[in-house]
């Protein structure tokens, strides 16, 4: 499959996702190593930009905190701001869905949309293998 039809056809799920729970304002997904896959609508190249070092960020954070921790690999980070949520989800073909909503909006819907992404993700995305760590 062409990888604009790949893009279009993300980008479509990512405006069903965010269509399907009141409050959402906005999906992305990204490779392991920053690169956007797909947006929902509204977001311009800057924000997409933007979003992407923010979920990189996240992506390590989260990473290291699972290695330190040692209870295994990152499934999920969730941080709640006053006024928003904000999911962010490693698929299991390595790819990192993160969904935006606001603080009114139903957190158990948004959690379930994440969760079924997630799990769907597979069928639609390439894979992303995490690198060797040397010695190990």
Not at 31 to 46: N, Y
Not at 86 to 105: K, P, Q, R, S, W
């Amino acid at each position: 499959m062409p990888s604009a039809l790949i893009a279009d056809n993300l980008g479509r799920a990512l405006d069903d996702l965010v269509d399907r729970v009141p409050g959402a304002q906005f999906a992305v997904v990204l490779s392991p190593d920053g690169i956007m896959l797909g947006t929902s609508r509204g977001i311009d190249g800057e924000l997409a930009e933007q979003l992407s070092s923010m979920v990189c960020g996240l992506q390590a954070l989260g990473t290291a905190a699972a290695r330190v921790c040692g209870e295994g690999e990152l499934h999920q980070v969730v941080i709640h701001m006053s006024r928003a949520f904000l999911f962010h989800a490693t698929t299991g073909n390595g790819a990192i869905l993160t969904v935006g909503i606001d603080a009114e909006a139903e957190v158990g819907d948004m959690a379930y949309e994440v969760a079924m992404f997630v799990a769907q993700a597979g069928d639609h995305l390439p894979v992303y293998l995490e690198p060797a760590v040397a010695g190990a």
